[in-house]
């Protein structure tokens, strides 16, 4: 069950850095949506290696195929399967790793857990596991847009001690597909790249954080007590490679302020329920209020490294540790849809849900 | 499906804040584990509201009744049902919430979402569904202690801007008990004990973090991809009412670090692998590393405040609300049980799903 | 998971025979369902033993109590905890299953899978456990009746040889429900009461089949592949306890048939699809084609005889056991509700899949 | 969910008749089991299309290929992603079948469901659907026999009116493999064959009755109470096309014995526990006790018949089809693989689940 996520907008993710391909299958998305690989090829490309001098340069052209699920160019309510081969693999690249365990990857864990792995490229743990996720999110993506009028938004807000300044309520696709490190605010943008290609030429890697938004969620979307709107990102979030923290509105800030000045008060506003804050940030009670929801996730520095670093080998013995192979300085531009991938597959579980339990009588 | 909790190692909590009873149901446990109501009643008591002067002082004895699922006292392997009566209902102190929604409560979102809900005591939303949580996550900590040799911890580690000094690898339950914040740290405890009375004097409400750590779990748990340790852990603490924010082991602050500096360096020791440093949290690619698991969890100051505040009627028309009834000014003491319950709770989930894959032959 | 039935409309059962209490949780269940206990109280008056002198004449009355989901006498979205309270329970009457494994029952493989069990009265594999499905069968019955327009009926079909003649189509609950033995055919009926009431003073059982009935089903309900309506039906049916088998439609004599033969012929008429004859038992595919579902449950002799017979002890000696306590001669006439029941939550359980993917745009 | 099946040991399956591919994820399987495409290409060409002149001529090689889940021949622990691809599609044989619904088939509920379907050779609702189960099961399978030292077969056991005549106890694959029916009984064996002949040259189709077995089965596999065992195998039976219905042990004739004749006595022999018949079909209150597991599937005949038929057209018009392409005179064949994966997948999932929660300590 560890490869599956969602309950009604459920996938199915399988796949190795180095196998014969990656993959998904979604089951339960709707009839009847427009559907072809240029639907879902897009997002592909925005999390695909090579794409710009500041990730990783192994060259691998992802092009998806959907093998299952649509007739003619419409989904059928059947499962979609969705596939992308492997190309560029250089698994001599990673013969060291055969006998030695990366710091702080999951080469030793899974060796642990399983008494056996897939060591190129780090097999399943590698980053290409995602590829599935981020084509059935262009699929849940789609159904929000289209059937919900829901758009979901990512970007990176802060590279190492870098802050952007960013608005949830009006940052546009448009601003931050305008770089290459998925930053709306230019002059941070500009500053992170610089940054990120110092610590590239260092050998080095630096982390940071992204923000997810979703605009447009109508009232009553997320489940108490369990699946709370807000669980279900953080799970989601906290899926992903090298994240390491979520929090929804005012997070972790929230601690600085007193009740008294962190509730969002309600008013009413042509015959709607509004927010004059948002420090819920669209969630209360793990269900969606009407306002905007934005949260954020942290994600590490990257953890392979040029540089020698002190390890075990497979058999307990001390040794060291040089990475090799195409990495990348930063995960941040490339995980900026994945994380989009996710916020919509949660969106869209939630919306069948609600569908399925409050509405229809 | 939004009342259950995990896979093999299940709950399924109900009952609402002024109705008949709250309750969960575990089912999973593995059997002849001995448990009696002993084994439940302190965890509840440490919850309980009334149990200081800096909690609500509303008077329940929630004395929990093991009524299905042992035999001679010990576990049978069927499901076991607890049940808490609901005692001191006050209902006319809410009287003013069947018209008007609380500012940041789940009031406004249950009546969207559901178009009923029990209004009295916030319902279904009330914190009293963590009592089921909490009995359940008793039997989760003492099976993961008999059978895996695990402890679970959680304590206070910041209220507002008050912050405590713990190490996470040492720190005891005898500590945190000491005092009635559950602070282990005294010093911060009586500044945090002084902040707290002050806020409530002052008819408001403050915020703040809850460390929880996990000691003693073995290489090999948690699941890539999706049912990561850390995922699992996020949703389990995102769905505690009020909290907002989640991070694993270096968790927001990994990202002033650069690869270099926040790699955990694997050494062997005795045959066993450590690892230098831990900014990992004891999970790597979602599978428990052998090191000691540690995260934090914040919580937003407590919605209900004693001051008069904007918000809207049922009929969507603006009015003002004034908080009545007990409650707790913060959320934090009587947070801590819960937080220990989840990660128990997660942690026995993954720690039988490890037995039924990767064990046996 | 083993106590939980349903995705979207859920329950999970727990209590034992001699315990305090059993009961149910429904989870799912639409919002704004009037629901008070005189909605289910009747069909558990249809299960309860000493209903008749051809039942056990165990004196339970059986009375539930909702104790949370519900407010002002309707469904509040939240999981509805229902609960009955066990009166007379001899267990004296048990001891000696203490010590010995009762022929054909479950309490040596209980001990096997276990190394425990609740040996009074069968603990949990009593079929005191079907009160929670019976109960929760009650509010899926409703809800298809009130927001779905389906109604389910089930009859006993057939006791030993004693067969009698009924019609899918036309036969009402009314007719059911004018004799004890829960046939509608009156003539069969009393010969199958006369037989029960001789093999009951003979201190032996006998089984027999049930038939089970849905009308009302629109097109659309079940799904492909594996949880075909057909699929969640013989696992619904061959849950409950001494059932042994399960057909749709033609079923078992489908076989003597060819394909020419077998197959139903499509015919527009009013503007709808309808079939010439119903041997797929109006399901096609997995799917419901808008014609009467029915099918039959066969159910063995209830395993408890008042003879000595042959068995072994918990040491594993040979040893003789002879049947006591209060036990049904023939487990039909209160297995009806069950059959209604787990018919009506399979039904309720796809109505809102089929809404949650294929409707609302 | 609908496309999913098991829970620890868990599979999805995607893919119609005439799209690029059919195949399946396994998810759940223990790693380091030895696995190739030679271990799966057996129980697949048991199943293909125009393996012996008695089933449907359609050429399809059906060649397996495994592109996930094993390194170095074993398995991983990882979902394992297998693949055949749809070779001999001759759509334009169904080119009727896009205006008209065959009667008896899915094409009309499909329609009915979604709005949409694939009218390509049925689409999802083709039996090229089990390609994904039979290739999962095969690995089932290998898992039984390596790690739990258990014996799954299937085998045609009547065809129409031919009944063969067969011990559950002793009947081997070889006996079961020496004919193209596949049944055991070579004398009924030769008279089905025939009959199998004489149908298809008359353009119509018979059904019959697939055994199924599983020995060596420990005491304890199955839960009460939703998951018994003989309730999940009633739910993969009647998962499969064309099945009707389902009996375990003495299913549909227990019913008639009395109680005294019908128990399974227990017996002391050899420091373990027998039973002196076995009509319980090795399951007693849903859970293994150590004697063989033995139960019945019924098939309908298939329902494309090569005789014009009376249909309704997609404008819900009257009008008539007659069955062109290439298709089975008889299910059975073919399916004995279907039944024997299916077993499989139940017993291994619920082998994993039972060490779970009751082994280890």
Redesign the interface.
Known sequence: ?????G??F?I?????SH?????V?V??C???LALTEADIQPDLDRRRPGQSRIVTPRRESDNV?I???T??G????????MLVRNEDARSEAYSEMASK?R????D???Q???????W?GG???SAR?TIGRVAAGAIAKKLLRE?FDVEVLAYVM????IKACIDPETVRMEEIESNIVRCPDASAAARMIRLIEK?RKAG??????IGGVARGVP??????????L??????????L?AS?????????N???????????????RK???V??SN???G????????QTIYFRV????????M?E????DVE???TTLRGRGRHDPCVLPRAVPMVEAMTAMVLADHA??????????
């Open positions: 069950m560890a490869n599956t996520f309950h009604l459920r199915t993710t399988w796949g190795e196998g014969g391909a990656v993959g299958v089951d339960g709707p009839p009847r195929q093998i299952s699920g007739f003619g419409k989904t059928t309510g059947t499962p979609i399967c365990f710091p702080s990857h999951a030793y864990t899974y642990a857990k399983y008494g056996i792995r897939n190129q097999g399943r743990s596991e059937q802060q590279t190492q001690r610590t080095d890697t630096v982390g940071g954080i009232p009553g979307w997320g489940e108490p007590v369990f699946d709370r807000e669980a279900d990102l953080a799970k989601a979030m906290l899926s490679p390491k923290g979520f929090d929804i509105g005012s997070g972790f929230s601690i600085l302020f007193t009740g008294c000045e962190h509730n969002d008060l309600f008013r009413a015959g709607k329920v927010t004059t420090r819920s940030g969630i209360q009670g793990g269900i969606s209020n009407g942290a994600f590490k520095p990257v953890a392979t490294v540089h670093q002190e390890t075990v307990f013995r001390n069948l849900r609600q569908r399925a339990q409050c509405e229809g009588w």
